[in-house]
DNA sequence: GGAGCGATAGCAAGCGCTTTCTACGGGGTA
DNA sequence: TACCCCGTAGAAAGCGCTTGCTATCGCTCC
């Protein structure tokens, strides 16, 4: 059998009261008994059973992060980051212990967003945290708003990060903070770039449609586009699929069948621009000599494609725990319950002036 | 308050035995109570209360999944394979049902692991999933021993995936399974290819020394040479580093420096393959006119590199997948336990014959 | 020198669920 | 018609921990 509080206690002479009093460490014992109890939990290799220990206090040392693509460096960092702020001990006893984080990776999919929300929210976890864009499909945010409220008022913290917050704001939210990336920004200020260069014909590989990363980034780009006057058509130049290589492939040479005479192309996100640089080249094209590429979030491989790309750096890591923090109660909320982060420009070697 | 299953009982007019019963699907309930049941939870909203549900049933629904780095996609991969078969919902009741499938970054730090592995104890884990790598300092091996015999006592399911089973093998071994991959075989062929295109001055970037995967991919490396007839100090185009991009380039230089003569340069895996790409690219020799490289593990941006790089594919998704199954018993135990997956030699653009 | 108080430790009542054992009713069988 | 057994539902005893309350002890303070 497993060795119980009780089995600790009879080991130190103490009751099983104190036993738990030493482990959580929030209510004074003596020096002597916490010394005595400590060495009969080492002796006895005893393992806190944590399925009792939520149920009698009511929450758990557990904590969600909810990701859409584990396999995406994008989502990796921030919640790797996230996960180290929220596994540090910091403080002693329950309240400031370290936690458990997990990540639960959604693959996109909206049902699986609520079902591991349901799943953390069984286990009643003590805060939430979720990554990446969000799907602006009405039906979906209700019953995430609804869900959200429900974890709130269950006691769980919720925090977004990379996600802006639900519409349904104003005060009673079920979020105790959002971090947001400026990918308008970000947007804006990758064309312009290209505009600087001398670009006037710029094609757009965007990521879905009904993800607000999506929309966010592409509104920067049309912003950009429309101060420098450019006006036409953009639709026939911007083309839709996932965050994939493949759709950034397949797009790319849509958008040249279209219009012959691009010269350069934009992606939705670095994966994407991978596929586009890919297309290119079995097209014969040089990049940046024929056509300029650009990607968005600088993950770690966006400097070593041939050529460097050209992208737009998120501070990933660093929204990721920021988000840890938050959510363990470690750092203020931000005014409003929103923070924005800054997207910087990186230009390499994969955009230049176009050919004559 | 929250809703509790006596709450769902007294609304379904039926005892709370009743309803845990239909919420279990574990004991025969009349159709009609039943279904008096779900529609009462559903109603109500109601959320099992899994922590109670755990200490009651001695049980968690709870299964964790380790690796070493969360941001890089060999991990995620994996990960995100053995995710989505461990949540896929398959029959009805506790034994089936879907789990919490939750991944733990350990950032590659052997505490980490432990502490990680104690968590997951503490959470009753129904069954944890290792992958990646194995430590091989004798210390960290007892203690991992030690935990994980611990936790097979207490009924958790181990499965190791892209790791050998430990040493200390034999009946009474806490290990479910272990899905390996054909390291040494594939580190093997990869030179192979490299000493038929006719290189004889092999440079090689090997991962951390201590960790099974570098060995085993060096050893391949080694025997292929060995077979060839080049038995000179190989210690000296070797040069160890961590699994990054970052090593890659510092050591193609170091090796560059030690040996001019280099027609090729073979790294740990494709992370490493990039930073030696960049090194080598900033010397200003071309990839692989003036010399050739080779990575480890086909991520999906290997394909991307300027030039697309040759590599040995594993079959991550698939071992992922497999150790998800075997983890909730729904795949046979392999013979033995143990599982070797083979690794595809991918020849690509990046190793051409050696300029005379 | 006795009352009062602060510092510790123990008692015992749950937390919400699972599960064994018992109860009950309605056929089928002899 | 009496008996059994099957199918179904309920009663109740925990699972191992936390925590409010109570008990004890050694001092300090009048």
Redesign the interface.
């Known amino acids: 059998m ?1 060795v119980t509080l009780a089995d600790v206690a009879a080991r130190a002479r103490v009751s099983p009261a104190t036993v738990s009093r030493v482990l959580n460490g929030n209510y004074p014992v003596a020096a002597a008994t916490r010394e005595r109890v400590l060495r009969a939990v080492a002796e006895m ?1 005893y ?9 009698a206090a009511a929450t ?1 040392d ?1 904590v ?1 992060i909810l990701v859409n ?5 994008f989502f ?2 921030m ?2 980051a996230a ?2 702020e929220i ?1 540090r001990p910091e403080g002693s006893g329950r309240a400031g212990g ?1 936690k ?6 959604t ?1 996109g999919s909206p049902e ?1 967003e609520l ?2 929300l ?7 976890a003590a805060a939430v945290v979720i990554t990446g864009g969000a799907l602006e499909d009405p039906a979906h945010i209700a019953a995430m708003t609804a869900k959200l409220t ?1 974890l709130a ?2 006691g769980t913290t919720v925090v977004l990060c990379g996600r802006p917050p639900l519409p349904a704001g104003g005060p009673g939210a079920p979020i105790e903070a959002a971090i947001t990336f400026d990918n308008r920004g970000g947007g804006r200020r990758l064309t312009e770039h290209l505009l600087a260069l001398g670009h006037r014909r710029i094609g757009y590989v965007a990521g879905p449609p009904e993800r607000t990363t999506t929309r966010h980034r592409l509104e920067g780009h049309r912003a950009a586009l429309r101060a420098a006057g450019i006006t036409e058509d953009q639709d026939r130049l911007t083309r839709h699929g996932p965050y994939t ?1 493949r759709s950034g492939h397949e797009a790319t040479l849509e958008l040249l069948r279209r219009d012959p005479g691009l010269t350069a192309v934009v992606a939705a996100n670095d ?1 994407v621009a ?2 586009a ?2 297309a290119l ?1 079995e097209l014969g094209l040089r990049i940046p000599g024929d056509i300029s590429v650009a990607g968005f979030d600088d993950l ?2 966006a ?5 460097a790309l050209t992208t737009v750096r998120l501070p990933l890591a660093e929204a990721g725990a920021r988000a840890g923090r938050i959510a363990m109660g470690r750092e203020a909320v931000p005014p409003g319950g929103l923070a924005t982060m800054g997207a910087t420009l990186l230009a390499r070697a994969s955009t230049a002036a176009p050919h004559d």
């Open positions: 497993t290799d393992v806190l059973n944590g399925p009792a220990s939520a149920l758990s557990l969600g693509d584990i396999a995406d460096p990796g960092i919640a790797g996960q180290s596994g370290a458990l984080a997990v990540v639960c990776n693959g699986r079902t591991y349901t799943l953390l929210q069984r286990q009643r429900r008022q269950a290589r994966t991978l596929g640089c890919a080249r770690p491989f400097v070593d494609v041939g050529p």
